[in-house]
């Protein structure tokens, strides 16, 4: 049974890798198109609302300044902005770019955070947390 599953493993490998001999190009693309899909989905959904339910679990962080104030620190929002070029400021970058690069397809992950000093009213500001990679 296991030089089977071995077998066919090997098989579709190479079914899917093109050295099949039955697999055309545009069959090969569909095969790896189904076997990333589940990745992209759940990167896509991870944007779309992961990063906020993330966001919302999270509790407020509290302590007290040096000057004995009570600071209540808390993150208010997540986003991932969509890849940028690195000579083009504000200019999109794609895909195709970045792999002629040999390049990695980055976002910058933003969050908003607030804070208040002995119970006042919030104040923001917002910070740049790094680069996320971008699946598609």
Known sequence: REHLLVDGAARRMAAVDGRGAS???????????????PHVESFDWFVQYGLEEGVESLEPEE???????RISLWLDSATLRSPKSESRREQDLYPSECRRRAAS?????????????????PLEFERALGQLPVMV
């Open 105 to 121: 397809y980055t976002g910058q992950l933003r969050a908003v955070l607030k804070y208040s000093v002995d119970g006042g009213l």
């Open 63 to 69: 302590f007290q300044a040096p000057g004995g104030e």
């Open 23 to 37: 697999c055309s190009d545009t069959e090969v693309i569909a095969r790896l198109q189904e076997l990333v899909r």
